[in-house]
């Protein structure tokens, strides 16, 4: 009987890489924003200690970093939790090797086919990848929001980890989260990109969204309100 020396040793099995477990924490650390230790151990059945440990490796190269709670953030009653997020270099690390390349290939596109043909490229690109969502009945919110999911759905497939929130008064919606965008160097110069996936969501989802947050603008993630229309017209009135 082998006698397990430590409490990871106790979660982790040792054929295990320690690679494996520190992409899924990077992982957790994209999608959440940021997230304390205890939550990262819940969601990876880690023990705190292995869970520092890799942490504490991210921190020393610069990919991630600690912060203290927000207010909202702390749960009862004590010293909130610290929080860890990615840095940019930590971002930046995940899936930008060609965007040089891009950014002067986007640069020439301009030059030869003018500000056109950069807007009919951006256009393509995200009706490329959202062709296969089913548009949403704009009349019916539950289809709305199915459609939402739909979205997210596809751009998680493009490399966006992006999520589906619903949220209530006053904003009455659905909140589309792309946690990680593989061209945001790239869209920092070239903002039709951005202007191209909000444009076609709207159309997909068949009503004005608003963008909330932005990767490109040093957000924790990219973040597209939905309204529900429906949810609006019903909530109490406040007069």
Not at 16 to 22: A, E, K, N, W
Not at 56 to 83: K, M, N
Request: net charge negative.
């Amino acid at each position: 009987m082998k006698i397990q020396t430590s409490d990871e040793t106790a979660v982790v099995p040792a054929a295990v890489p320690d690679g494996h477990t520190r992409r899924a924490i990077v992982r957790l650390l994209l999608e959440s924003g940021s997230i304390t230790v205890s939550e990262i151990g819940d969601r990876l059945g880690l023990a705190a200690a292995g869970v520092r440990r890799h942490l504490d490796a991210l921190i020393e190269a610069g990919d991630a970093e600690s912060a203290p709670a927000a207010a909202w953030q702390q749960a009862g009653r004590g010293r909130p939790a610290r929080r860890y997020r990615l840095t940019s270099a930590g971002r930046a690390k995940l899936d930008h090797a060609y965007d040089d390349l891009a950014a002067a290939a986007m640069r020439q596109l301009r030059e030869i086919g003018g500000q056109g043909a950069l807007q009919a490229f951006a256009r393509r690109r995200i009706d490329t990848i959202l062709a296969g969502v089913q548009p949403a009945d704009s009349a019916d919110d539950t289809d709305v929001e199915a459609a939402a999911e739909r979205v997210a759905g596809a751009l998680t497939q493009a490399g966006y980890v992006a999520t589906t929130t619903r949220v209530g008064p006053p904003l009455n919606g659905v909140q589309i989260c792309q946690h990680h965008c593989p061209v945001s160097h790239v869209a920092e110069e070239f903002p039709e990109l951005c202007e191209a996936e909000q444009q076609a969501m709207a159309e997909v989802l068949g009503t004005h969204v608003q963008r909330l947050a932005t990767i490109v603008n040093g957000d924790c993630a990219c973040t597209t309100h939905v309204p529900l229309t429906q949810a609006a017209s019903q909530a109490p009135s406040t007069t």
